[in-house]
């Protein structure tokens, strides 16, 4: 069976990053910034960009000062 984008995001959300075999150094990290699952690698990722996505509108309504 193929999952849909909306049953991939709810089937992998709850799953440990174990799986993902982080280096132990990103594992130390991730455990720092709260990211236990991947659904909080997903919220965090949101976040993030949105974050970006502000800073990037303000900087070109400030004249587009350099990044």
């Given at each position: 069976?193929?999952?849909?984008p909306e049953e991939e995001n709810g089937f992998l959300a709850h799953?440990?990053?174990d799986l993902l075999d982080p280096s132990d150094r990103v594992g130390q990290m991730l455990t720092r910034l709260g990211v236990r699952c991947i659904h909080d690698l997903l919220r965090r990722r949101r976040t993030v960009r949105r974050h970006h996505s502000e800073r990037m509108k303000e900087r070109?309504?400030?004249?587009?000062?350099?990044?």
């Open positions: 069976r193929v999952l849909t799953l440990s990053l070109l309504r400030d004249g587009g000062r350099p990044l």
